[in-house]
């Protein structure tokens, strides 16, 4: 093989990583052939400069995808498509790349994670929810539950839901609900809906990971409003409205993810206005509303607007069950009507046994009785993040105070990074998303989320401890290293 | 109001969409402002000289929009945004407009319904679905099932149709599955995943609404292959391939929706090789296939397949049931990779408790038990079809011989035309899908679509007796209108 790949070592993608690729592509396109010999690994080794495992890394990929064979003994031989035709994925695929995912799993069961925002499992009320499975299993209509359905929804759902949004005052006579696969599904469907690849949508500015490639993976182009301590900037908003035409809004009104920023009822008013006058509609993304551990509920967004722009999703996935993956789009009708098209042809409908078992859930008052515990946890897993945050961080150090949802903002002071100081935090038992996964175009190298809802009290206070002990070690010796050198006597 | 609607009797809105358009877009951009009165119905009617039903159905459309409102005596007033700025829902929602959905429900009970191409929920076995799902609510990992999930699926049911997939040699070392929302949801990321808008897709003609509907929404151009008894023309689309370099293939192996029909073995060799000459993936749709009622069975493309372009999707929903929604696409490992990455934007994961309870079902040898049930009920409903068509129907009417399935395709002899012998059908009860519906570029104004899954023998009987008798008399009623007139003496 006379074949040398050539790496940089400044490139943010792994060196195995870029090997693989280099040796993939030559042999889908051809260049290598079938048969040829793969470099003895400590060989290339030698050759690049590298550590013989980054080379066996990379082989072992090319193994598992089928485009080289190892033989004991006998070294590794070219075995893919090599030289004639076949489809050639990497090609098909490379042009349509996603954004990075945040990290969420891949951490030993001992760790304390503040990794993901989610309920805690065991908070779980199990006997509840089978109490729940064992009514929709006795009913008359499980035939019905079991056969395929309406991309609206179970109806007995979509209408509890549309009821209740009614008695609330959320819905007007001119909307209509669709159930989808939690909150992110009607993203998504939105998404489709209005989307076209260029268009501008404009998002919190740090907003999650997964709405940022949902939104990316469209063709969207993200534009990012800074979220402070009472949300997003509805002065800023307000200038980028006029100045941008962006397709629409996506704006969280309670608990915001990642930061815990409600929007004041002033801010909700002013953002509606701002929108209304540009004419550009407002997706309200509320899957933490529910979970208000102190402080006064507000009207969301979607209930203070008289002119039809607004449209709310809810879920049952944070106060519940999110393994269900059940959520649902309240608004307009002529939106619904094209988010039902776009359900449709996308998966036909949710799964009609969740929904039913989350309706029974709903419907007996054990949801709410659920509810009822999870705030009581929540309060509790709230105050000692923010307790240890006081107790255990560096005084400059700042974060913010939510009064419900899952996730406290933390920003580390200059110069610490929360991306560098990871690898450490993962050693000592801790783990959590840095900053940079949440950001749309303005980066905080201090930031992380703190996702408590998942941790108890004990744990929280531990994980925090550990964190404090690394970012004061961490600014110790950024002022050392900082320190003018003793003169030499 | 000075304002007189201008409707187009020839287009195919119809007449009362185009008057609700027309005042709704007039509303909309501020022509007509709020408190202006519309026009009486009586009026209007006698002004356009339309049928008053058709004004006040747009009145009606108009009013649920919250656009006019109507006061008893005194009638209607416009509402709507009336000269404000706001979101113009007809105006943003207009660009993307979706294809005509087939029409599935709005039937009465009673009605011997051909419509729907899925199973019946009379065999449907209660008892087994509730033992499933009893053993799952006593698992220990159920906290696990109910919190959130992985994008790849529950790993306990992935890793039980890998390895079946493994032990049928259908999957091989560079493979991976990834858990879907029904084929559906699996075409729809694959969709998303290899497609940009004005890409070329080759599908079968006629083929089902659901995937004609998916691909247009994400912009595709299709281009339609002939279906004959044995399928797809592979001679067709091999001078297809090598000319129009679409970026995929979606083939039926088996029981072909709406056709019925299945490829023989060298046709599935012919089709692999031509896409493999021509570098295009494969995209096995075979929701069908363990619904084979006679003749032996083939192996998948997806087995024949040595060079990794084939990615074949499977489901419960046509043998199970339906409203859970749980399928899955098994193919080379990076595209299965990037579909998990649009999976996790999509929807985060299909819901884990219909995934554990199908495992359950499946692992319990209930799925097999009911499998059995369900390919006798389906031989017997096919034959009860099959023999019905050639007791009832013209003598010049045709139709396939599926070994398999729910889809028999019915092409009535000229000029009878499907979609205007429907109103007629259901008024005596029947119903069916015509042919229009399943047309890429090939319409059959004759044929339509038998789905017999769900109707027992005698109402597969009763309803074909029905077809027989309009088709016979619509065969005279033109051969009568065709007559020569007879000579005056």
Known sequence: MDFTPALNHDAEAPLYRQLYEQFATKIRSGDLVRGERMPATREL??????????????????????????HAGRGSFVTGSAGEAGVDWSALLGRTETGPSAPTGGFDAGIVSFVMSRPSSSLF?????????????????????????????????RRYLLEDARRQRLAGPGDDLIVTNGCQQALDLIGRVLLRPGDRVVVEDPVYTGLKNLL??????????????????TAQLERLLARERPRFIVVTS????????????????????????????????????????????LPAIKQLDENGGTVLLRSFSKVSFPGLRVGWALGPKPLIDRLRHA????????????????LEFAQSGRLEAHRARVLRAGAERL????????????????????????NVWLRLPEPLDADELLPRARKEGVAYVPGRYFAVSRPEPG???????????????????????????????????FDPAPAMV
């Open 216 to 233: 990316a993976g469209l063709g969207a182009q993200l534009i990012g409003v800074p979220v402070g301590p009472d949300g997003i900037d």
């Open 125 to 157: 009320p199990l006997d509840d929810f089978r109490a729940s499975c064992a009514a929709v299993l006795a009913r008359a209509d499980l035939p019905d539950i079991l056969q395929l359905g309406s991309p609206s929804g179970y109806e007995p759902l």
């Open 343 to 358: 359900k449709e042809a996308s998966d036909l409908h949710t799964g009609q046994l969740a929904q039913a078992v989350l």
């Open 45 to 70: 080794a030698g050759l690049l400069g590298l550590n013989r495992t980054t080379v066996s890394a990379a082989y072992e990929i090319l193994e598992a995808e089928g485009l080289i064979a190892g």
């Open 383 to 406: 105050a000692a993040t923010l307790d240890a945050c006081r107790l255990y961080l560096p005084a400059a150090a700042r974060w913010t105070r939510p009064e419900g949802g899952m």
């Open 447 to 481: 930031a992380l989320r703190l996702s408590f809802a998942g941790l108890d009290p004990e744990h929280i206070r531990s994980g925090l401890a550990v964190l404090g002990r690394i970012a004061s070690a961490g600014m110790e010796s950024a002022a050392r290293s």
């Open 254 to 297: 309670n608990f915001q993810n990642p930061t815990g920023a409600t929007l004041p009822l002033a801010a909700r008013r002013a953002l509606l206005e701002a929108a209304r006058a540009a004419g550009v509609p407002v997706v309200e993304n509320d899957a933490y509303g529910e979970l208000r551990y102190r402080g006064e509920p």
